[in-house]
Nanobody, 116 residues
């Protein structure tokens, strides 16, 4: 089975930056696209950014201008760069493929906590 492992989360202060990594067990070019999602306690999972094999990225208004998704095919890794973090960015962050989203298969995620 394909395995995606998220890493890079932690406890940070508001206004700081953090980069998350999503490392795949297979070539990420096989996915077509990779997306990042987050989930806070008591809330539904929320899309926060994605990138296609062609390098087209997409973001919701909540993170527009602050988050950037990038990819490194040589490392089978997709990154999420988060700038100017706010307390409302707190949550467990997941990466996933279109197939994984459709089948509702998710990994462990990585915790991001933004707090003073």
């Amino acid at each position: 089975q394909v395995q995606l492992v998220e890493s890079g989360g932690g406890l940070v202060q508001p206004g700081s930056s953090l980069t998350l990594s999503c490392t795949s067990s297979v070539n990420i070019d096989t996915f077509g696209a990779v997306g990042w999602y987050r989930q806070a306690p008591g809330k539904q999972r929320q899309f926060v950014g994605s990138i296609t094999n062609g390098g087209v990225d997409n973001y919701p208004s909540a993170v527009m201008g602050r988050f950037t998704v990038s990819r490194d095919t040589a490392k089978n890794t997709v990154y999420l760069r988060m700038n100017n973090l706010k307390e409302e960015d707190t949550g467990v962050y997941f990466c996933n493929t279109p197939k994984g989203v459709t089948s509702d298969e998710w990994g462990q995620g990585t915790q991001v906590t933004v707090s003073s």
